[in-house]
């Protein structure tokens, strides 16, 4: 009786530890489908909201191009683009991404940061994410104003 009862709990208990894998799949599968519906947004947004657009192509072309309304809707965008990212990078570090599935991504955020007008706005906006996240975009923000300067004392 008293084997079987024991195997019995043995069994309960390597159910449970199943369940509970499947949950944190099924928890995980979940986050990613809403970083990609959050990063389909933006791109949504930029695509139907020819003011987007407009705010986004002025940035790029230098922060004196751009009006105080676009300047402020870009502000406001980045913002979100920003903690979408902060988002996608507290899920890498509890192992939602392997990291050849992240380098990708932050590959991107190098190239976003790249942007005169977009360093600017994270000068001003960086202490609003978290130090770990705002190490990784800072270190972005390094770089590309290290090759700035190397280029520009080159000439």
Do not use: C
């Not at 790029?60 to 009006?67: A, E, F, K, V």
């Not at 965008?77 to 380098?103: D, H, I, M």
């Amino acid at each position: 009786m008293n084997l079987a009862a024991s195997l019995g709990v043995l069994l309960g208990i390597l159910f449970l530890a199943l369940e509970i894998r499947q949950n944190t799949e099924m928890m995980r599968s979940q986050a990613r489908d809403s970083i990609t519906d959050k990063q389909m947004m933006f791109s949504e947004w930029v695509t139907t909201e020819p003011e987007m657009a407009v705010a986004i192509s002025e940035a790029n072309s230098g922060l004196q191009s751009i009006s105080p309304e676009h300047r402020l809707m870009y502000t406001y965008f980045l913002t979100g683009v920003w903690r979408e990212w902060e988002n996608s990078y507290y899920q890498y570090q509890r192992g939602l991404f392997e990291a050849n599935e992240f380098e990708p991504r932050t590959r991107r955020w190098r190239s976003q940061m790249e942007s005169e007008a977009a360093r600017a706005i994270w000068n001003g906006t960086r202490l609003w994410y978290a130090p770990g996240f705002r190490g990784v975009v800072d270190g972005f923000v390094d770089e590309i104003v290290a090759e700035i300067r190397q280029s520009e004392s080159d000439r």
